[in-house]
Structure formats: C-alpha cells, structure tokens
C-alpha cells in the first residue's frame, strides 16, 4: 500500500521501469521502481510504497524476469524484465522476509550450465554407486525376505521348454541322472525338497545352469567333455551351490529391481508388471556374479573334501573350460561377471593330494551319460 | 546519492524494461483492422533449462518412489506458462505440486473404486451360472470407460484453464463436467461404431463444447467452425496421408490449422497467423534427426523448438482489447480429471 512517509524517506536515485497488475482488470500500468533496502517504491501510473516485507517472488526466469506479488492489493503483481534489476534486488537482501517467506516452484525453473553440471554428475554418481553396491545389498535382503517356495514357483515358469531342447534320454541316463541328482541332495541341506538334473541338446555350448526350485541344466557339450566321475561331481555339487546361496532367485530379484529403478528414473512403470512376470524366462539370459561363481566353486571344493575325493576334479574342469576358452583375453576378466577361468582354477591349492574315490555311478549309468 | 543509502544511478539509455510495443500507446502502426500491431506471442524457454527441470524431476521422483511425481508436473507446467508470452506478457502458472498430489489421490481413489466395484458385479454375475447375466454384467465396464474419458478430458483441461494467468487475470471454463461427459459418451460411441469415420465429428463437439465454455476473466471465446467443413477437412487429411504414405500430412497440417484458427475469435477479436507446409516439414525433419542423432537426450530441445515453432505463428489482431478484461469469478477446478487423463494416457489437446 502506498506508504507516502517512507516514500519521501527515500531517494530514488536508481531505477528501472516495471509492469503493474492489480489483479483486477489486465491493464497493465507501467511504473517506474525504486529499490532499497526498506524496500520498492513505485512512481508513474500507480504510485506507492512498498516495504520489503510485503514482497513474494512469484518466478524468476533466465534473462532477468522475474515478477513479484505484492501483499496490498491483493493479487498485485509487479513484472520485471531487467537482469539489473534483479541483482539489486539480490544485493538488497528484500526477498529474504517476504511474507510467506518462500520461493514458488517456478523458480526453480532455472536453468544454469552449472547446475546442468552438477545435477547430471549428481545422477551418474548415483547411478555408479546404486549399480555397484546398493543393488546388490537390496536384491540380497528381498531375496532373504522371499520364501523359498516362491523359488520353485519361479522355476516351474521358467518355461524351459520354450528356451532348451530337451533331449531324449534313454532309461540308464536317466537312471544316471536321478543318481546324480540323490547324491548331490546328499551333500548338504541345499533348500529345494529335489533336485533334477536336465540334459540341454546342445553341443556347441559347454555349459551348466542352476534354475531356482531346484532344476540343474547340463548342455551335451559339456557331458561331452567330461573325461571322468570327479569331474561331473565337481560340475554337480557347484551348480548345487548355486542352487544352495539362491543365486538364481537373487540375479531375478536384481535384475528386477534394476527394470523397476530405470523405469521409475524414466517415468514408465507400465511395463514393469510384465516384466517381472517374464522374468523366468529371462533366466537363461542371465548370468551370476563373480561373487556367486567364486562362492558356489568354494561350496563344490568343501563338499569335494568332506568327500574325501580331493579337489582335482574341479581342477580338471577348470583344465578343460580354459581349453575351451582360447579367445577370451585376460584382461577382460575384470569386466566379466563370469570370473575367469584361470582365475578360478589359481584359487584352488595345488599341493593338495590328488585322490580318486571309487565312482558313485555305475559304469553303465555312466557311459550313457557319456553317449550326448 | 551516497552508495550507503542503496540506490545506483539509472543506466540513460536503458530501454523499458516489461514492456512491448502492444502496449497501448506505443504501438506503431499496424496491420490488424484497429490500426494496431498484431499481438504476437513467443516462448521464452530454451532446452538446457528443460533438461535441468527433467533431470530434476526425473531424480527426486525416483528419490521419493514416485511421489514427487505431482510436484515435477507442478514444475513443468510453471516451465512451459512461465516462459510463454504474449504481446509482451507471460503467462504464469499458478497451481502447486500439493493439490496435484491430492488430484492424485482422487484418481487413484475414483479407478480403484471403480476397478473394485466393476470386479464386484462381474464375480457375482458369473456365481449365478447364468449367461445372459454373466454378459450383462459387464456392460459397465465400457459404460464406466465412455464416461471417464470425457470427465478426464474435461477436468484436465478445467485445471490447466483455472491455474494460468495473464497479465493477473485468470482463464475459467465454465460448464459442468457431468453435462459434458453425458453429451460426449454417445458421440465417442458413434465414432467407434463407425470405425472412426464420425471420430471427428466428436472432436468438433469437443472443441466447441470447451471454447465456447472458455473465458478470459470476462472475455469470452468463440468457436463457429461448421462440423461438417471440419469433418470433411480431418477426414480427407487422414486418407491423403494415408494414400501419400504421409506427405499429405505437412500440407494437411497448416490447412487445419488455418481452419481452427479462423473460426476462433475472443469476443471480436480474431487470431491471426500463418504455417507454411514447408517450414512445418523443416520442423519435423529437424526434430526427428534431432532426437535420433542425439538418442533422445535432445527431446527437451525438440519440445521447446516446437512450442516456440507455435506460439510465434498465432497472433491477435488487437491485442490492446485485451486489457478491457476484469476478473470474473470461475468454478477453481482440481486436479483429479488432470491425474485421471495421465492415468488414462489420454491426450488432452485443443485441437491444433
């Protein structure tokens, strides 16, 4: 409100010029403003005092616009285009006890190159952190929360069928399997109530795969270069640690916690339902972390001692896979989340005796496996 | 005066700051019938300081697991109608991420209870073994979707009209969104019925129905396009581009929006302005490589880039009438119909 007093205490030696609302009729008045430190004073079509106090910022836009609410009358609003104007207004401190004392959303508008900078290194240091550890440490603690049945439940839906080609076994091989498979049961309390072991007709690919719920996967390329019984121990009781430590339900829970933050972080979460929901067939597709390898190769060489075979099966197996790997560099370990190989095969202790226990399958089980 | 007292001299030279030549007075001579330059209107915004306000939205709305989403709409509305202006004025946007929020809240409210209620009446009708029961049953379900989709669109817009400000005076849409909702549900029938060939009839109604509803404080806006002119016009747009396999299109474009523009006036003041099929073809292009090149990071440019293409091709013809406006009082509007259009993935546009 019009403050003649304070008006004449004050000269007005430098101005700028404004556009004036009343918030009752859109002509705008045009005023000349002069600032200080008690606060504007407005001369010209509309003339008046108005004490600091009594001043809002509404907005501030790049290039020095920015408008101004003013308590009395209600709804007037002062509108400013004069970057100058704005440093003095910055200068006079007079926005620091506006009545509601408190900046709108569209200040923060704003866009600066340095706030651009910070912003976006803000992000990608969250990002790098959140990758590194803090997703890890979230899909362990839900997977701990998640009952073991769900893991069965999800292995059923893995739909193998659509992503293996399941071979046709004969009656010995499979004997030799179920075998295999009681044996592994055996060793410890691995969390499934059973364990199957499926053979994948594929001959190129020498691999094995840990499904939650139980269910162990063996290509026929890897059977196929199987030279003895520890070396097939040594594959089973390792896919029986992943299976044990859950790593399987833990990769899903991961990867879905991965899907839900980027989606949140992009603004879509309409397909993360269907995600989550495809997410057993997605096992294939994923690989466990180097953690994991390392912890489930640890399992499979205790339980190799408690044996009483030794761990030179193992040794073989990592033997025959860095056969097999001849283009992978070693350099490129490191970035793998498949440990390499020759990495692996250094952690086992070479002086350890080598002991070859009487086979646990019959000669006859065991060559129908080898017949893939 | 000393430096202690808080003043600096007044630059000489320095031109007015807050003002344009729409400014009674200082208006050159012009083109428009009232001798007066056209009011022009231009954005203001550029897309580093729409990327700032994606980032930021985009990372506290992931911090909050998506609560911060009301606030980060709040943010980008006072992005785009604070930078907007017109005959040298801006816009300003006057809603707050709180009753975004809270229009949230209704429209989560308003889909579960319904989602609950339509679960309800089918689960009951399939107990009672009876099929011609069963089947009934589920005619809410379209019914409930033929009457949502209209509220969305008229609550979204109301919010949008009720929260924006020029030169302090607010837009209003008046009319109740019930009335629209009844009207539109037939029409959006009709037009799926007749696999979209009657699709825009409705949205002739629809533009009609929400102008002609529209007010600046006192001024009122009119629409008086004929239905079937419009109808025509979208109908061969849509088979030309089809047939040119989408050429037609950048012709098509400017004609529409010529059409809407010179059947809408403010009270008797007309819209002026023109698009160029080739300078609309240079946007698209431009936009398309530009988000390609840039595997999306360039969108907050594209977005800015193309709400500037507009806003400088519309013009009034006697902006200075603009200033007979006074505040009238209108019906505030929430934000439900807004969050249950986003809920809906509904686009909610005016037509150009």
New interface residues.
């Given amino acids: 409100m019009p403050d003649s007093e304070n008006a004449e205490a ?10 004036y ?8 008045y ?1 005023v000349e403003v ?5 606060g504007l004073e407005l001369r010209g079509e509309v003339s008046g005092f108005h004490p600091k106090e009594s001043l809002r910022l ?2 501030r ?5 920015f ?1 101004l609410a003013l308590r009395e009358p209600e ?3 002062l ?4 970057a ?2 704005w440093r ?1 207004l910055r200068d ?1 401190r007079l926005l620091g006890g506006g009545w509601s004392g408190a900046w ?3 200040s ?6 340095r ?2 900078f910070v ?2 290194s ?2 990608v240091l ?1 990002g790098f952190w959140f990758y590194g550890f803090g997703l890890d440490w979230s899909a362990n603690t839900v997977t701990r929360m998640l009952p073991r049945s769900l893991d069965a439940k999800i292995g059923e839906t893995a739909a193998l069928d659509s992503v293996m080609n399941p071979s046709k076994l004969t009656e010995a091989a499979l004997a030799a399997l179920a075998h295999s498979a009681r044996v592994l049961q055996g060793l410890d309390d691995l969390g499934p109530d059973s364990i199957h072991i499926l053979v994948w007709a594929d001959t190129d690919n020498i691999n094995a795969y840990a499904f939650p719920g139980g269910r162990i996967a063996v290509t026929t390329g890897m059977l196929r270069h199987l030279t003895d019984q520890d070396m097939w121990f040594a594959l089973i009781a390792h896919e029986g640690g992943h299976l044990k430590y859950r790593h399987g339900m833990r990769q899903i829970v991961r990867a879905s916690l991965l899907y839900a ?1 980027t989606s ?4 879509d ?1 309409s397909g993360l339902g269907a995600a989550l929901a495809e997410n057993g067939g997605m096992l294939v597709r994923l690989h466990f972390s180097r953690k994991d390898e390392m912890e489930a190769d640890d399992f499979a060489l205790r339980k190799m001692r408690d044996s009483g075979r030794g761990t030179a099966g193992l040794g073989r197996l990592f033997k025959m896979l860095l056969k097999e790997e001849k283009d992978f560099p070693k350099w490129a370990a490191f970035f793998s989340t498949h440990p390499a190989t020759a990495e692996r095969l250094n952690r086992l202790d070479s002086k350890e005796p080598a002991v070859r226990m009487k086979p646990f399958l019959s000669a006859q089980e065991w060559n129908a496996l080898k017949k893939f | 005066m000393s430096e202690s007292s808080g003043f600096m001299p007044t630059a000489p030279d320095q031109p007015p700051a807050g003002y344009s030549p729409a400014v009674p007075g200082e208006a050159p001579a012009g083109e428009a019938p009232g001798g007066e330059t056209p009011g022009r209107g231009t954005f203001r915004g550029t897309g580093g300081e729409l990327l700032v306000t994606f980032l930021k939205n985009h990372l506290l709305t992931f911090l909050t697991l998506g609560i911060y989403f009301a606030w980060a709409r709040a943010r980008l509305y006072h992005y785009f109608y604070d930078n907007t202006e017109f005959a040298g004025h801006r816009f300003r946007f006057t809603g707050n991420g709180k009753e975004i929020f809270m229009g949230m809240l209704r429209a989560l409210g308003i889909l579960l209870g319904l989602g609950i209620a339509l679960s309800v009446i089918t689960v009951l009708g399939s107990l009672t073994h009876n099929k011609v029961i069963s089947i009934l049953t589920f005619l809410p379900i379209p019914v409930a979707f033929f009457f949502l989709v209209p509220v969305s669109i008229f609550g979204a817009m109301r919010y949008r009209f009720t929260r924006a400000r020029y030169r302090e005076i607010s837009f209003a849409l008046d009319g109740s969104v019930w009335e629209f909702a009844k009207e539109a549900a037939p029409k959006m029938l009709l037009s799926m019925i007749t696999l979209g060939i009657a699709g825009p009839l409705f949205t002739h109604w629809r533009i009609g129905k929400i102008y002609n509803n529209l007010r600046y404080g006192n001024l009122r806006f009119h629409w008086d396009a004929p239905r079937y002119d419009y109808w025509l016009l979208a109908l061969k747009g849509f088979f030309l581009t089809v047939l040119t396999l989408g050429v037609y299109h950048f012709f098509w474009y400017p004609k529409m929006f010529a059409f809407v523009r010179d059947h809408l006036r403010l009270e008797e003041n007309r819209f002026r302005g023109s698009l160029l099929p080739g300078e609309y073809f240079r946007l698209m292009a431009t936009n398309f490589l530009l988000v390609l090149c840039t595997l999306g990071v360039g969108t907050p440019w594209v977005m800015v880039r193309t709400v500037k293409f507009f806003i400088e091709r519309l013009e009034l013809e006697n902006p200075s009438k603009l200033e007979a406006a006074v505040q009238n009082a209108g019906q505030a509007g929430s934000a439900g119909g807004e969050m249950l259009a986003q809920a809906m993935d509904l686009g909610v546009g005016l037509g150009f």
């Fill in positions: 004050l000269n007005p030696s430098w101005r700028t010029e404004a556009a609302f009343n918030g009752r009729e859109a002509k705008a045009r002069a600032m200080a430190r008690e509404l907005d836009q790049a290039g020095g616009r408008r709804g007037a609003v509108e400013f285009d004069d100058q104007a003095r006079l709108s959303d569209s923060a508008s704003l866009g600066t190159r706030g651009l912003l976006v803000a992000m969250f933050c949140l972080l992009v603004g979460v």
